[in-house]
């Protein structure tokens, strides 16, 4: 059976990546902190649907950690057919505030993380002449709420780069890119989003098969449903000065009262 490596394949989108990718009948590598929340989620993926689940507990903003990730994406004696590179989290700080570390941990989890290990998967998929590498950037990275929009846009472009680089190799590349969806992601950073009208959310599961239909399709860029490719397209054509403004009209919204 193939096998897939998810990146936060313990909750949320990551999460619905590896129940997915198990019915389907995917084997599976989950990488996230939280050992005994790893343990949990493998156990219940091998007996629900008989796959595989070797876990890797490592916290993708310490380089040691990606690197040991890495080394499995190259392992030949397992190759890793798909790469989901999902791990990530919301950032709810100022640009301006002293302490930075949360805005470098984005930068190492979901920039430089990200190009390490599709670095790994996409020289490794190559040289077999087949795979699929799928990068969870955002929506947020058409706009401008912070660094948070910026690691997203590196992410949404880095992943058409990859897609150009790889083309022709049998490697598909993929970038999603979701608007508001339900998981943890929005507590776990402590933004405000009850604000926020029913109509912008998403169900990961939904998001999900449509990103893997994307990817068997060969599309580089997936937008998950219809009202979201909507809101891209009109916000790719419209003025970055009214983007800018709205972005400010949302990042004040999500400030805690
Ligand atoms: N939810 C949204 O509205 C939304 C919208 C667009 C894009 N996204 C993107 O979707 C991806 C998944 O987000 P989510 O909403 O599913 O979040 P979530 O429910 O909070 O899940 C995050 C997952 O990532 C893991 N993780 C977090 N930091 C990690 C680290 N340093 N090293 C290794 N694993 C780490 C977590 O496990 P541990 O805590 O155990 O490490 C967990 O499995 C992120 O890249 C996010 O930016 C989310």
């Known amino acids: 059976m193939a096998l897939a490596l998810v990146t936060g394949g313990t909750a949320g989108i990551g999460h619905a990546f590896a129940v997915e990718l198990a019915a389907r009948g995917w084997d599976l590598v989950l990488v996230a902190r939280d050992a005994a929340r790893l343990t949990t989620v493998a156990e219940d993926l091998r007996s629900r649907y ?6 890797i507990t490592a916290d993708l903003s310490v380089r040691e950690d990606v690197l040991r990730v890495a080394q499995r994406l190259e392992d030949p004696e397992s190759p890793v057919e798909m790469l989901i590179n999902n791990a990530g989290f919301g950032i709810h700080a100022s640009l301006l505030d002293k302490d930075f570390s949360i805005q470098e941990k984005a930068l190492d989890v979901m920039c430089l ?75 776990r950073a402590g933004i405000n989003a ?22 068997e399709r060969g599309k580089v860029l997936s937008v998950p449903s219809m009202r979201w490719r909507t809101a891209l397209w009109v916000g790719r054509h419209t003025p970055r000065p009214v983007i800018r403004w709205v972005s400010r009209k949302l990042s004040n919204s999500r400030k805690n009262p």
Do not use: C, Q
């Not at 008989?50 to 876990?55: C, I, Q, S």
């Not at 599709?118 to 020289?123: E, L, P, T, V, W």
């Not at 590498?133 to 929506?139: C, K, P, Q, T, Y």
């Not at 009850?194 to 990817?215: I, M, Q, T």
């Open 50 to 55: 008989g796959v595989t689940a070797e876990t």
């Open 113 to 187: 993380a990200v190009l390490i290990l599709s670095g790994a998967a996409g020289r490794s998929m190559s040289a077999r002449g087949h795979g699929s590498i799928i990068n969870i950037g955002s929506s947020s990275g058409i706009i401008t709420t912070g660094n948070y929009s910026a690691v997203k846009a590196w992410v949404n472009t880095y992943t058409e780069g990859l897609a150009n680089e790889l083309r022709g190799t049998g490697v598909i590349v993929t970038a999603v890119l979701p608007g508001w969806v339900r998981t943890e992601f929005h507590e």
């Open 194 to 215: 009850s604000k926020l009208p029913g109509v912008v959310w998403l169900e990961a599961d939904d998001l999900v098969r449509e990103a893997l239909d994307d990817n």
